[in-house]
């Protein structure tokens, strides 16, 4: 099994762990461009590459902030929503978005989706926290793992 | 069909390997332990993993408390995580300690481990160990909570895999080995902290886990100093992977 299918059965088992449609992930590359690596299924692939592209969502805002972003409906006018974004990524309206941290550094953001509206409350606040730091592990592991490139420090 | 993007996953990776050294799988298994802990708010997590001849052992707790559950079943070879890893299924109890299925379980426990379940970690569809988690008070399981352990289990198996590709299965089983020898070494200095300041097991666990993490050093190594002694050199240090 490769790092991609790894990292795909990861997030199909959080975002089943969390109750919701679906989790997409964004991470930054050697340049720091937030980029969709990927997510559950197409709708979710839609709201990463639909952020990737006109440079706005909830993901690109938690990035900046360094903070949980939780937006009940991204079709609902700005600012409490997104429309542009929703344009480009229709099926997809509750999205919580939660920076990943690695030390104390931004590597990415964690993308979790309903198909619905939704409120996010608090504890679901700290429960995608808490994924979030879960998924940060993965990903260290898949970057330990890789055989294509040396360690460093050895 | 996948959804990831192999390139752009790819670059990411190799931006987070950067200048950072490998911490090694046992480290990060204990990490994931100690999340899961704080996102269902149980009282406390642990994982066991099966030795050759099958025989469950103590890998880490969250707790002392916790480590009481998994010292009791390797001790005793009975405990729903011993159940759960034999039957290759979710194992609860409401109150292990009035259960009467592991009655030798009771004088080894700290009083505060109650509800018990246990899922199993596969590798390969087969039980390599199990996944633990506790509450200090009865506890009436539903099938939500063991669907959840389930679905964290699944993601500790996905971080055993990534592990086992690029650091084949030998290094692997080398770095749990390691972590269950030194297990030992915890035990030893224990015992030695609650005989020289007259602690109580707990005290004398939660204070070495304190310095261990004041002082940014894993509890093992700690431990094999207070006792003035090296740990296993016979196998893989889980900090330097090679």
């Avoid at chain 2, 996948?2 to 987070?16: E, K």
Wanted: hydrophobic residues 45%; charged residues 25%; glycine residues 8%.
């Amino acid at each position: 099994m490769d790092a991609s299918s790894v990292l795909e059965s990861v997030l199909i088992g959080m975002a089943d762990l969390f109750g919701v449609d679906g989790a997409a992930l964004m991470l930054l590359d050697e340049e720091d461009r937030l980029r969709a690596v990927g997510a559950t299924d197409d709708d979710g692939l839609l709201l990463e590459s639909a952020q990737e592209s006109v440079g706005e969502g909830p993901a690109i805002d938690s990035a900046s902030r360094c903070d949980l972003v939780a937006i009940r409906d991204l079709h609902a006018a700005s600012p409490i929503g997104y429309p542009h974004l929703a344009a480009y990524a229709a099926p997809v309206h509750a999205v919580l978005s939660v920076p990943l941290i690695e030390g104390a550094e931004l590597i990415g953001v964690l993308d979790f989706y309903a198909r619905v509206g939704h409120a996010w409350g608090p504890a679901e606040a700290e429960a995608g926290s808490h994924l979030g730091e879960l998924l940060v592990i993965v990903l260290q592991v898949l970057a330990e793992s890789r055989t294509d490139a040396p360690f460093s420090g050895q | 069909m996948t959804h990831i993007d192999p390139d752009a996953l790819v670059a990411s990776l190799r931006r987070l390997q950067k200048d950072r050294s490998a911490t090694g799988i046992v480290h990060h298994l204990e990490r994931i332990v100690q999340v899961v802990d704080r996102l269902f708010g149980y009282s406390g997590a642990g994982l066991m993993f099966a030795e050759e001849d099958r025989t469950l052992r103590f890998l880490f707790a969250t707790d002392e408390r916790g480590r009481s559950l998994e010292h009791a079943q390797a001790a005793t070879g009975q405990g729903p995580c011993v159940a759960a890893y034999a039957g290759d299924t979710a194992v609860t109890t409401v109150d292990v300690r009035d259960d009467v299925r592991w009655p030798a379980l009771k004088d080894l426990l700290h009083p505060e481990v109650r509800g018990v379940a246990g899922v199993p970690i596969r590798l390969g569809g087969v039980p390599v160990g199990t996944l633990n988690v506790y509450q200090d008070s009865p506890h009436e399981w539903q099938e939500s909570d063991t669907q959840a352990l389930h679905a964290y289990a699944h993601v500790i198996e996905q971080v055993l895999v990534a592990a086992i590709e690029a650091d084949e299965k030998a290094v692997l089983a080398d770095q749990l080995q390691y972590a269950l020898d030194y297990r030992i070494v915890i035990e030893r200095a224990i015992g030695y902290l609650m005989g020289k300041h007259d602690l109580t097991a707990s005290q004398a666990f939660t204070g070495l886990r304190k310095q261990a993490r004041d002082s940014r050093r894993k509890v093992s190594d700690l431990a094999a100093e207070l006792l003035g002694e090296q740990g296993p050199k016979s196998v893989a240090d889980p900090d330097h992977v090679g």
